[in-house]
T-cell receptor
Framework: AQTVTQSQPEMSVQEAETVTLSCTYDTSESDYYLFWYKQPPSRQMILVIRQEAYKQQNATENRFSVNFQKAAKSFSLKISDSQLGDAAMYFCAYRSFHSGYALNFGKGTSLLVTP | DAGVIQSPRHEVTEMGQEVTLRCKPISGHDYLFWYRQTMMRGLELLIYFNNNVPIDDSGMPEDRFSAKMPNASFSTLKIQPSEPRDSAVYFC???????????FGSGTRLTVV
């Protein structure tokens, strides 16, 4: 089974600054999908961004962008111009393209945004 | 679109009692997933359905857990008998394409005392 590792249990960023959350994964597959989910205190899981492994271009959604390094099996999330509302748990997730449709999640990174 | 609807939002029950969690997926979504979230183990897949048929239930902890999807708009996760170690947040999620991130419900926080 593929494993997803988020090595930073907690991160802190000042409002308006930029922060990068790390994620690495282990797989022998060449086709797969990667996701970042946000979980605020309300506990709702919110999709932030997704990346198809066959696409070389890094995905971007407004202030959120990823740095996808396929050879290194790395998928980091960059949040620009951080806002107080960005404070949440962030989960990296992997989904196989060929074998099953379940998401494998990392343990999460808790992001604190300070004024 | 009302999103994925789960009920109840909170459930407190006594050990040994039967617990039923409910989920209504987004209309048109043909995949439905049940996840469990705990501090110790994070987010774990319990089971998922495609077109109402269970595809992978390898994550179901033991025989005390069962899940059904009698039609495209409703699914249940039942625990009988419940134990304190079942205390967790249970999420339901649905999807209609394999490349879309799934849409999660707001979860049910289960406390077994």
């Amino acid at each position: 089974a593929q494993t997803v590792t988020q090595s930073q249990p907690e991160m802190s960023v000042q409002e308006a600054e930029t922060v990068t959350l790390s994620c690495t994964y282990d797989t022998s597959e060449s086709d797969y999908y990667l996701f970042w989910y946000k979980q605020p205190p309300s506990r709702q899981m919110i999709l932030v961004i997704r990346q198809e492994a066959y696409k070389q271009q890094n995905a971007t959604e407004n202030r959120f962008s990823v740095n996808f390094q396929k050879a290194a099996k790395s998928f980091s999330l960059k949040i620009s111009d951080s806002q107080l509302g960005d404070a949440a748990m962030y989960f990296c997730a992997y989904r196989s393209f060929h074998s099953g449709y379940a998401l494998n999640f990392g343990k999460g990174t808790s992001l604190l945004v300070t004024p | 679109d009302a999103g994925v609807i789960q009920s109840p939002r909170h459930e407190v029950t006594e050990m040994g009692q039967e617990v039923t969690l409910r989920c209504k997926p987004i209309s048109g979504h043909d995949y439905l997933f049940w996840y469990r979230q705990t501090m110790m183990r994070g987010l774990e897949l319990l089971i998922y359905f495609n077109n109402n048929v269970p595809i992978d239930d390898s994550g179901m902890p033991e025989d005390r857990f069962s899940a059904k999807m009698p039609n495209a708009s409703f699914s249940t996760l039942k625990i009988q008998p419940s134990e304190p170690r079942d205390s967790a947040v249970y999420f339901c999620a649905s999807s209609f394409r394999e490349d879309y991130g799934y849409t999660f419900g707001s979860g049910t926080r289960l406390t077994v005392v």
